[in-house]
């Protein structure tokens, strides 16, 4: 179970040398999405929410507009589904919340869960928040990497964030912005390849059958 504290860790400055190493959950306190090495990878699946209000859909996730948001309107807990039409390798989550604006409409405890099918999703992560103020980004498995830093992603056609509590016991909850991530991409081995496969998109045909 991680805890993220919106007093106990600092903003962090945009520099991947600074970055954390060891599976720590990152708070950048801006609106605007940081600048990260993984790749975002949530334009290639499909999105679907609980219950939303009219006008507060799923679309208000990925449009980059931190004054947006999801609003559900249903009863708890409150979860956002993400299917990708292959499986893939999902390293983070980056989510922005904030207790300011959203006071009790803001997430206290989330839950993970992972699967190939809505009918075998499984827990995988579990995070606490008190009173975020930023973007949050943590890993979405807890299996330690091959060299002990950071955690091995995820291999999975579908991904579910669930809102099990909001602070101050509030119902409906706010999300102003999610991401998902796919693992750190490596240099490519062929520099000199002038048409490397860099984009999630591009590398499934990378290797011919």
């Known amino acids: 179970m991680a805890s993220v504290s919106a007093m106990s860790i600092p903003g962090i400055n945009v520099n991947f040398l600074q970055l954390p190493q060891d599976g720590t959950p990152i708070l950048h306190c801006t609106k605007k999405p940081p600048d990260l090495p993984w790749p975002d990878i949530g334009h290639l699946a499909k999105w679907s929410v609980s219950s939303y209000k009219f006008g507060f859909g799923p679309e208000c996730l990925r449009d980059n507009d931190p004054d947006t948001f999801w609003h559900s309107d249903g009863p708890q807990?409150?979860?956002?589904?993400?299917?990708?039409?292959?499986?893939?390798?999902?390293?983070?989550?980056?989510?922005?919340l904030s207790f300011p604006a959203d006071d009790s409409y803001t997430p206290a405890t989330i839950a993970v869960r992972a699967g190939t099918g809505a009918s075998d999703l499984q827990d995988v992560r579990v995070v606490t928040l008190e009173k975020p103020d930023g973007w949050i980004t943590f890993d979405v498995s807890g299996e330690p990497g091959e060299e002990g830093e950071g955690f091995k992603p995820l291999h999975a056609y579908v991904i579910q964030l669930i809102v099990l509590a909001n602070h101050m016991n509030g119902k409906d909850t706010h999300v102003r912005g999610l991401r998902v991530l796919g693992p750190r991409e490596e240099v490519s081995r062929d520099h000199d390849d002038p048409f490397p496969f860099t984009a999630p998109i591009f590398k499934m045909y990378e290797c011919i059958r």
Do not use: D, G, M
């Open 77 to 96: 807990p409150h979860f956002i589904t993400i299917e990708f039409p292959r499986k893939v390798a999902i390293q983070k989550l980056s989510i922005y």
